[in-house]
């Protein structure tokens, strides 16, 4: 007669236990320490926001803290560099603008990562622009030197156009900011 044994032995389910990750496993008990991800900016209000990144990097680019930014200069009365587009081209209004980090240019470029942003404001306190500029990766629009250029809220968010398209873009307004722009003596900067 023979005798014969089984045993079983239940398995672990090893595997990555993370949700976030891009290989989940909801079967997985125990994790191994596999888990992969998508890095990349998180933050839905950052100009560079990432919809596929499952992990923040630190990479976001916002204009939410402008105000803590360097104010490089502050121009007050009529300004003959002003296009049609923007307020403030009277006697009355004040152009204060903000650098992030008090970046400089680089010979005659600024380096990318730039951040630049423009409050305009009269004594009455009945106008208010805020618009930003962004210097981008070589190859984002050669026609506008790599700038984006946005319309900014007070708090730094982007605004939006009536069917909630952000008004941002190298050729925003269909090229109005590279038009006025170009003529800057320095990388397309009017300020330093």
């Keep these: 007669m023979a005798i014969i044994s089984l045993s079983f032995t239940a398995c672990d389910n090893e595997g990555c236990t993370d949700p976030i990750a891009e290989n989940y496993n909801e079967n997985a008990k125990k994790d191994n320490g596999t888990c992969d991800y998508i890095y990349g900016c998180t933050n ?3 100009i560079n926001f ?3 990144a499952t ?3 630190a990479s976001c680019m916002t204009f939410e803290t402008w105000e803590d930014w360097i104010l490089e200069i502050t121009k007050t009365g ?3 560099n002003l296009g049609f587009a923007h307020r403030g081209d009277d006697s009355t209004s004040t152009r204060d603008v903000y650098f992030l980090d008090g970046k400089d240019p680089d010979g005659n470029s600024y380096p990318e990562g730039t951040m630049i942003l423009k409050h305009t404001h009269n004594i009455l306190g009945t106008s208010q622009e805020y ?3 962004v210097k981008q990766e070589k190859g984002f629009n050669t026609a506008s030197g790599n700038w984006e250029w946005f319309v900014l809220n007070e ?3 982007m605004k939006t156009d009536s ?4 008004l941002r873009g190298g050729n925003l307004y269909d090229g109005m900011c590279i038009g006025c722009h170009q003529s800057a003596t320095t990388d397309f900067v009017f300020s330093k």
Aim: aromatic letters at 0%.
């Design 44 to 46: 839905n209000k950052s």
């Design 50 to 52: 990432d919809t596929l």
């Design 55 to 57: 992990l923040d990097d």
């Design 78 to 80: 009529l300004d003959t």
């Design 131 to 133: 618009v930003g500029m």
């Design 155 to 157: 708090d730094g968010e």
């Design 163 to 166: 069917v909630g398209k952000s």
